[in-house]
């Protein structure tokens, strides 16, 4: 079949329409008609070849929402016109321990829906119909796609640091993850401080769940944090950070979880660490029966994330205002 995508044709360019022939396998693939794709941070970092892995032409776009067209064979739970999401994940070996254990985000074999093929920057999406998510009828096509990146990122995230209800929960970086991981953490009935480079959003952090917000800019914002301990921090910030000011922050025993991925190592003292016992750890994706329980938390909790949408054929300005921190807070491309 003919693929009408918008692909990077080599590191850091915009995007260009461009015609691909690709083809299902016919046993487990489906064809999905893409109607709604969000660009996550890792679209950028991906087109930038930041991590050394981008094959050109590349199709961004890994939080796809669309409609089932075309069904593999082998692939029962799925059937024509139903609604389904895709994140970042294309395929896993499903039979390794990790697999079997829920862990498919692990998988040595783990593929990548841009890195190992074509993403949903596109009319049409190919994925193994086994990584295609049915969305509940509560969440609609439009907020779907931020969640199944961005969103089950944070909230396996959360859940892996520990966060349960009744805590204290900071998150560093409010763009389309951080926004989206007060919303969780709030709904979840925690307390929730946001910590922000951007004043406005430290205005309206209110209003998608946060009990407080700092504004990190600020002269020793962190320094002379006067708010109670924290159980557990979550940081999707893309860049280097001053990690021994947030470990500070932090009770005994704490977690910060790092989802953002840096350009370059961390740098950590370890005496805020060693002297209250506090841990670091960092976490990719979820694993499928976390991504259901993600979607079923959003609907039943009505967690959707903030969006501005762009036609497809704007991925262009919709990039440059991701590229800029501009977007409040996920850029989602509709077809
Ligand atoms: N671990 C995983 O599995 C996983 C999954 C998805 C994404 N990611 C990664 O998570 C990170 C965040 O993704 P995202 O889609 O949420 O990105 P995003 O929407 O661009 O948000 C990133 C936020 O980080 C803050 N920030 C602070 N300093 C920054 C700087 N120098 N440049 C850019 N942002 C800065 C900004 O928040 P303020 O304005 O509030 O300061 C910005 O909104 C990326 O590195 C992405 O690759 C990881
Ligand atoms: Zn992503
Ligand atoms: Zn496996």
Request: hydrophobic share 40%; charged share 20%; glycine share 12%.
């Amino acid at each position: 079949m003919n693929l009408k995508t918008y692909a990077a044709t080599s590191v850091g360019s915009s995007l260009e329409f461009k015609s691909i022939d690709a083809e299902p396998n016919g046993t487990t693939d489906i064809v999905i008609k893409v109607t709604h794709c969000g660009i996550c941070h890792s679209d950028v970092h991906m087109i930038d070849n930041d991590w050394g892995m981008s094959q050109y032409p590349l199709v961004p776009g890994h939080e796809v929402v669309g409609e089932v067209v075309e069904v593999g064979g082998a692939i029962s739970h799925l059937k024509a016109g139903d609604r389904v999401g895709v994140g970042w994940q294309r395929s896993a070996c499903l039979e390794c321990d990790e697999c079997v254990s829920g862990n498919e985000n692990m998988c040595d074999q783990t593929k990548s829906v841009i890195g190992d093929g074509f993403g949903g920057f596109a009319d049409h999406l190919i994925v193994d119909g086994r990584f295609a998510f049915p969305l509940p009828d509560g969440v609609e096509s439009r907020f779907a796609g931020p969640l199944m990146c961005g969103g089950i990122t944070v909230y396996s995230a959360l859940r892996h640091a520990g966060m349960i209800g009744g805590q204290r929960v900071g998150v560093v970086g409010i763009g389309g993850l951080g926004h989206m991981a007060v919303k969780f953490a709030s709904a979840l009935g925690n307390e929730v401080v946001a910590f922000t480079t951007s004043p406005d959003k430290a205005e309206e952090a209110a209003s998608y769940g946060a009990s407080s917000a700092v504004n990190v800019r600020e002269e020793g914002a962190l320094e002379n944090y006067q708010g109670k301990p924290l159980d557990l921090i979550v940081s999707t910030v893309p860049k280097a950070l001053q990690v021994e000011l947030y470990l500070n922050l932090l009770k005994s025993d704490g977690t910060m979880s790092f989802v953002g991925v840096p350009d370059e190592p961390l740098s950590v003292p370890l005496f805020p660490m060693l002297v209250k016992r506090r841990r670091i750890m960092s976490s990719p994706i979820g694993g499928r029966a976390e991504i259901r329980d993600m979607l079923r938390v959003s609907d039943q909790c009505g967690v959707a994330p903030v969006i501005e949408e762009f036609a497809m054929a704007d991925v262009n300005t919709a990039m440059q205002k991701v590229r800029d921190n501009s977007v409040r807070y996920r850029a989602v491309l509709v077809n």
